[in-house]
């Protein structure tokens, strides 16, 4: 999801859950009603509070959510976030050792059809040096 939506969603989740308890919500709540883990809620809370868009109000036990400037996210990109670079490096990884296993494989071939050779050349000359002991 790219950060301009990902604001919008959080920035209306924030505003939901503020109409229905008449107070700013907790992180948690916003977190759970996106579906999202907390961890990932607090990474998006800073991000948008960076940009102004939401303000973070903390006290001992919990921080509580407020929306800042709802019009600072119109200044975000809409630009989808390019895709994982782990899932990137995997398929290149992939790639890399079907082409290994290309040429082990080729290889191996050219081995086997040597060693075929090898044995080939070996039993002629053996039936070759036989053929002579018999005429002598």
Do not use: W
Request: glycine share 2%; charged share 30%.
């Amino acid at each position: 999801m790219d950060a301009y939506s990902e604001a919008h969603l959080f920035v209306a989740a924030v505003r939901v859950l503020q109409h229905r308890g008449g107070c700013p919500p907790a992180i948690e709540e916003v977190a759970e009603m996106l579906d999202l883990s907390v961890e990932m809620a607090h990474t998006i809370c800073r991000r948008l509070s960076k940009a102004g868009i939401v303000e973070a109000l903390a006290d001992p036990f919990t921080v509580k959510l407020a929306v800042a400037n709802h019009l600072a996210i119109e200044e975000l990109p809409r630009t989808a976030v390019e895709e994982n670079s782990l899932a990137k490096e995997l398929a290149r990884f992939q790639s890399e050792k079907k082409n290994v296993d290309e040429k082990v494989a080729a290889i191996q071939a050219e081995m086997a059809r040597k060693r075929q050779d090898l044995f080939a050349d070996l039993e002629a000359k053996f039936k070759k040096e036989m053929a002579k002991h018999k005429k002598e």
